[in-house]
C-alpha cells in the first residue's frame, strides 16, 4: 500500500468513526424524543416534558458536533477519493445529493426551532421533533443506500470511458441489500440511545438523586432497549449475515474466521486469527453452529477463503474478524443484559438491584463500540473493493494529493477531534450533573443566559 | 439540461454567500459593535436559531454539484485540497463557538469562543473570496482532467498559479469586507439602542470600503480572465445583472441614509447575488477553467453525468425546493423582528 492510499483510508476511517459516534446518539434519541413529545401533548404531564427537555438539551449539544463532524466526510469524497468521486459520480451523487435537499433543510430548520423551544406552544416542539426525527431517519437512509450500492451495485451500466452511472433511481433506492442494512443500523440507533437513557438513569438512582426521572429514564430506556436489542439479532443481524452468506460467502468466511471449505463447519466464538498456519489459535467453537446458522443444516458445506484468490481476500483479515466478533458478542451481551432488566422491571425489583442497575450505567459506552465495530464490519468486509467486484479501493484516491498532504491534515484532524471529544464528555457532563429539574442550568439562570 | 443544472448550482452557491453570508459578517464586526455581555447575547442570538439553516446550503450545494457535474467535483476538490480542509476546520470552529458559548458560565470561555467566532468567520470569508478568484483566474488542470495548486507560489496569476495570489487576495479581502458590511446590515435588521447605533455606523463606513473593493475588482479582473466579459458581448442585456447589483449597492447606502433597515439589508443581499450569478454568467460553459491549455477545462458538457441522471435529478430537485422554500420561510418567519436579548431557553 503506497502512503497516500494508507493515509486516505485512515482519515477517511477516523474521521467516519469518530462522527458517526454522534449521529447514533441522534437518532436513536429523536425516536424516543418524538415519544416522549407526544405524551407530553397528550396527557400535558409536567414530569414528563421535565424529562423530554432534559433530554431536548443533550440531543441539541450532541446534534451540533454532529453536524461540525459531518461535513468533512462528503468533501473527503471529493478532496481524498477524486478518482471515486469521478468513477461512481453518476450513481452515489444522486443520493448524497437527495440527503443534501431533503434531510439538511428539515434537519437545521427544525433544529433552530428546538433550540430556542422555550417561545414555542407544546404542539410546535412535538412538531419540530417529529420533523427531526423524520429528517434524521431520512438522512441514514440516503447515506445507507450510498453504502448498500458500494456493497451490492445495482441499477447502473458502465459507460465508454468505464465510468459507472445510475440507470434507474428506483432501483438505487429500493436496493435489496439496503432493507436488512437500514433495519439493522436504524435498531442499533435506538439501542445506543436507550443504554444511554437508562444508564443516566441507573446514575441518579445510584447516587440518590432526581429519583422519579431517573425511574422514568430507566422505564423508558429497559423497554426500548429490550425490544431494539432482541430485533438486532432477529430478524435484522440475521438478515445481514444470510445476505452476506448469499452474495459475498468471501466477506462471510471472513468474519467467522473460516479457512477451510468445511462440511458442519463451526462457530468460532473466540480465538486469534493465525495468518502462518491459516488457522484460529486457542479457539473455543460450536461444532456445527455455522452450517446450521447459515443453511439451517448442520453438516452442510460452508466456502472458506480457500476457495478464493487471496487478491479478493478482505485485506486485514484479523481485523475484520475481530471487529465482527466484538459486534456480535456485544449484541448478545446487549440483549442478555436489557432481557434480564426487562423482566426485573416487570417484576418491580429493578429500582433496588443496584448490581444491575451498575451493570446499566457502565453499558453506556458500549454501544458505541458495537455500533463502530459493525460499521468496520461492514467497511473492512467489502475490502479489497471500493464498489463491491467494480472498482478496487487503491485504484481511488486523488491523484494529485501526495502523502505529505494526507499526512498533513490527518495529523490535523486527530488533534482537533481529540479536542472535541474532551469538550463534549466535559459539556454532557455538566449538563448531567446540573440535572433533570432546572430547565435552565444554573449558569444560565441570569437574565441573558443562552442557547441550549 | 446540463445548463439547468448550472443554473442550479449557481443559485443554490449565491444563496448560501447571502444567507451564511451574513452570519460571516456578523462574526467580523462583532467584536467591534457589541461592548457589553448583554450586547454580545443579543448579537449571537440573533443568529442562534437560523446559522445551521444558513450552512447547510453549502453542504447542500457542494452534493448537487457531485451530483450533476462528478468530473468536475472530484478535479476542483482534490485541487483545492489544502484550502478545503483549512474551510472544514474553520467551519468546525465557527459552529462549535455558536453552540458552546453558552454552555459554561466562565468569563475566559466566552472570551475563548468569542475569538474562535471572530477569527474563523473572517477567515472564512476571505478564503471563500479567495476561492471566487481562483474559478476566475483558472486552475492549472492536466490533460486527465485534475490539478494541485499549493497555497502559494510567486503570487502571480499565470500558469502555475497557487491558491494565493495578489487577485485572489484582492477578492478574499473584498469578500470580507462585503460581508462585513452585509452582516452589519442584518444586524441593524435585529437590534436596538447603542448596539443598533454602533451597527448603522459600522454598515455605513464598510459599504463604502465595499463600493471602494468593488470597483477595484471590477477593474482587476478583465486583465486577469478577459473571456469573462465574452459571453456579455454575446448577450449584452445581460449587462444590467451586475448594474442592477451595483445600483443595489447604491440603494442599500440610499436606506441607510433614511433609515430603511430591512430595506437596506434586502439591497445588499440582491448585490451579492447578483453579483456572483453574473460571474457565473461569464463563466459559463466553463466551470473550472484551465491555465495550462483551454482545451483541459472542465465545461458543464464534459464534466456532467449522464442524462439519465440529470433528468430524473430535476424531477426530485422540484420537490425538494419546494420543501427547503417551505422549511426557509417558516424558520424565517418564526423569528421575525429584533432579536429579544432575554430569551433564555
Known sequence: MTSALLYDRLQFAFTATFHYLFPQLTMGLAFLLFYLRSRVLLTGDAHTEEVA????????????????????????????????????????????????IFAFFLESTFLGLLLYRKRFSQPVQWFATLMLFLGTWLSGYFILATNAWMQHPVAYKVADDGRVFVTSLRGLLTNPWLFWQFAHNMTATVVTASCVVAAVGAFYLLSGQYLSHAKTFLRIGVVAGAIASGLMIFPTGHGNADQVFTHQPIKGAAFEGLFTTERGAGLYLIGQPNLETMTIDNPIEIPGALSFLVYNDLYAKVKGLDAFFRDEWPDNLPLLYYAYHVMAGLGTIFALLFGLALLSLWRGWLFNMKWLLWWLMLCALFPYIATSAGWMTAELGRQPWLVYGLLRTSDDTSPLVHSGNALFTLIGFVGLYLFLALLFILLVSNIIRQGPTSLDPPTMNGPHGTSY | METTWFIIVTVMLAMYVVLDGFDFGVGIVYPFVARTETERQTVRTSLGPVWNANEVW??????????????????????????????????????????????????????????????????????FGTALGNLIRGVPLNEDGYFFVPFWTDFQPGSAPGILDWFTVLL??????????????YLVTKTEGALYQRAVSAAWVLGWVSAGCTALTVMAVPMVQPNLSLNFTRHPVVYLAPAIGIIALGYSLYFRLCRRDLSAFLASCAFIFLMLSSVMFGMHPYILVSTTDLMFSLTVYNAATNSYGLSVGIVWFVVGALLILACQIYLYSRFPGKTQSDDAH
Not at chain 2, 470580507?176 to 452585509?182: E, G, N, P, Q, R
Open chain 1, 53 to 100: 427537555d432534559f433530554w431536548t438539551k443533550i440531543f441539541a449539544l450532541n446534534f451540533g458536533f454532529g453536524v461540525v463532524t459531518g461535513i468533512p466526510l462528503e468533501f473527503q469524497f471529493g478532496t481524498n477519493w477524486a478518482r471515486f468521486s469521478n468513477y461512481a459520480g453518476g450513481v452515489i451523487g444522486q443520493t448524497l445529493a437527495m440527503e443534501g
Open chain 2, 58 to 127: 453549502l453542504i447542500a450545494a457542494g452534493a448537487v454539484l457531485f451530483f450533476a457535474y462528478p468530473k468536475a467535483y472530484a478535479a476542483g476538490f482534490s485541487g483545492f485540497y489544502l484550502a478545503l480542509i483549512l474551510v472544514l476546520w474553520l467551519l468546525i470552529f465557527r459552529g462549535l463557538a455558536l453552540e458552546l458559548r453558552g454552555q459554561v458560565n466562565h468569563v475566559l470561555w466566552k472570551q475563548a469562543w468569542d475569538m474562535a467566532f471572530s477569527t474563523s468567520s473572517a477567515l472564512l470569508a476571505i478564503v
Open chain 2, 172 to 185: 478574499g479581502l473584498t469578500s470580507a469586507v462585503v460581508l462585513a458590511f452585509h452582516g452589519a446590515n
